[in-house]
């Protein structure tokens, strides 16, 4: 399995004197960028998956066909820069995880032209920054809940609260409440031609969601659970050639 | 359409000398009991609904075969007294709701026979008195949302927490906040053979939600909504005795 | 309620001569054009519809923003001219489901850009003309479903034939078997922001299935079910500026 | 994993001389019973699953309570003699479900008293010997799709028609085709506490359809599918000791 961390990694490089002191809140939590906090936890499944990372700087934001039509799962990250995610590429991606790549959408992630394009809906929530955080399983079976306890501490995170504007969830696998009175559906998965999509709501970039060993262990089962169980190959709609009576005049069946 | 409003009463008419402040708390809120509390909820939705009240303490718990075949909508509330619904009425609401009936499941009916005939699951949750509530609706489209806040303050009420043992609901239309740190899938539907079912939790014994304006509302929606849209008069399973083979060579088609 | 029924209108109008019998053929059965056909149905349901047409010929394919904004329901029967429906008024489209209105997608519309761009997948299926369809209900209690029988005699349709290419509906009401060894799912719904939306298969633009007493009275339920229960004013990702602990500290609770 | 595949046994063994043609027709098929055949299935998935048989003949028809909590995937067979299956230890199925266990309901199994306690409805459909079934897969993505095609010739089988009373499913994998005219959602999953549940319908007893290749296939995917992620092991509802606040108290967040 091939996985490919994609970030926009606006903040980590923020050169503007007054951006300094947030980029090194950012850099504190994740010294290496977002995507290889992220790609160190996927690396926690083993030598069975690889993983490399691509950014919005790099050229065609580091997913060229070639990449995207080797990645199995693709995890993205982004914040500010949603706007600069080329519209093409977008369609591209929205193609291939149709045809069975996995996809995972993390935090701001919400707001990102990938969920709207693909899900269709606005993605809209409300929020509010330095908020405490617990989140509820309340889907156990779920191959992502897999050894997840039935609530667990997030701590301090970004609060994102209902009414989160989404296509009704195929399972909604975690709920989380925040202490200035507020509910979230913070863990959703979604089908999409063949595609497995799960978006997952902690990662504020100040915060250090993607330390912690549950959430740690959610993305990881996340990434697993929404890897192609097979691609398909033709798109269109085609004319029924051969149907049942055609088979059976023909000897075939 | 025709509604019954099911109450154990039993908090109601506790003669023993140390159950009556907790007697006078449940009267004070509710003087005629909650069947009729409940009751003139129901009535709010005008002439074109006649609503009767059952309890346990009455012949055949109220249900009787006639009552229970003119009854298209059935509001359940129990709580110490689920054991004394005998199984031969429970087995007989469940094949109304089969064929048709409404059921709406309130509050402590969680623990109820009646959800864990109908549903097949345990109705497990987790629980303690005394707490805050604020509900959240996240199905703003659904028939019982309508004229709904987005969120609304419950205020004091029981806190039911998760993960609430139900099968995967149609679709979840409320999610509670609790100040002491718990979230609850509180209003939630589902549909068995031609029947629609909801369960909502507000509505402990000695708390005002069943005097909440918007609570009401949501009664009222609701009773709407499980309303049958026609009944299943057969059951079992018939040989297929005239296929469209059949039709065609008798010249039906 | 306003519905406005929007159709192509395009084989109704053709010109080249070699078109005039399949032209012809189109005229036998919806003399006034398909739009004006599914006028007539919704027109059954009394006086308090209000509905008129729209085709791809009229100014702004007589989808004015007033036109829009005014609609409550809009029913869009497509084949040939899918490209020619301009973007902008596809998008406009989408954000008024999403705020609200109901939206029923006739036969080929499943190739439409509405379908592609709300529901994200590519509506691709199998397909092939003059076949024999019967239609089977198998979610007897859902609105849609009201007075339908079990199953029912479709009769001369285009087969429309799985694999189909739909996120998971919400509910899938209706099956249909064909005759050349395919099956569909006919009738679907989702939600989508406030918007509800329902897929129906049948109407290939020579058959005369829109003249059917059955497929009539699920045009009609659906168009009363997808209804608005009411719109979405408000859209965008707002700060929480007042919590529950805002709320009180204002002693506002 | 423990597979334990559950058979009435019946047709197997009839001694009535009226009956020796069918038992012969049926031996012809399942030489070793059909819970042997379907034990031969489950043995392709290799040596990291450990298979066994039992049938209603066995000391407690073979499930006793450590055969049952030993079981990670209960695979059930039966026909006619439904009524013969104790209700305890259908209770005890049921609770084993709930826990985490497997269950997988073959064919006639709609009838079973499991299939009616667990979901909740009548298992009711149409039925009729010696048709022709092909059947469609509409969930390419699922698990318990990997591998198989869009569709595939069942050939001759059991009619199973709609409409089938069940809930509605969490996943609809397969509908099939019949050739006297009729449909059926043929592969349909739930969750029920911890628990998965598939039926599939092909498996009429004097049918080839378990020596076919793909229904092979699918069997063995769902009984991987259906194996439990872990188990629950308290049950009741607790009331809520430690809260937040309490936990935020004792200074152990």
């Not at 191959?143 to 296509?167: L, M, N, R, S």
């Not at 990434?223 to 059976?248: C, K, M, S």
């Amino acid at each position: 399995m091939k996985v490919t961390v994609w970030n926009e990694n606006i903040a980590e490089i923020l050169t503007d004197e007054e951006s300094q002191e947030y980029r090194n809140q950012v850099l504190a939590v994740h010294p290496n960028g977002i995507h290889n906090t992220v790609k160190e936890i996927i690396e926690e499944l083993g030598d069975d998956v690889e993983v490399t990372t691509a950014t919005l700087q790099d050229e065609n934001i580091g997913l060229s066909d070639e990449v995207l039509n080797n990645t199995d799962v693709l995890i993205w990250w982004a914040h500010m820069g949603h706007d600069q995610v080329p519209d093409e590429i977008v369609a591209k991606i929205h193609q291939r995880v149709l045809a069975g790549m996995g996809l995972i959408l993390l935090h701001s992630a919400h707001y990102s032209k990938l969920l709207k394009t693909i899900l269709g809906t606005t993605g809209d929530l409300k929020w509010r920054d330095d908020t405490y955080e617990r989140m509820f399983c309340v889907n156990p079976s779920h191959p992502i809940a897999k050894g997840i306890p039935e609530h667990f501490e997030v701590g301090a995170e970004e609060c994102y609260a209902e009414c989160f504007d989404i296509p009704k969830p195929d399972d909604t696998i975690f709920i989380s409440w925040f202490d200035i009175g507020e509910v979230f559906r913070s863990g959703c998965t979604w089908t999409r031609g063949r595609g497995k999509i799960f978006y997952f709501q902690p990662g504020h970039e100040t915060n250090t969601s993607y330390h912690h060993p549950v959430i740690r262990q959610i993305i990881k089962n996340a990434t697993q659970w929404v890897a192609p169980t097979g691609y398909r190959e033709n798109f269109g709609a085609p004319h029924i050639d051969e149907t049942l009576e055609d088979l059976r005049a023909q000897g075939k069946l």
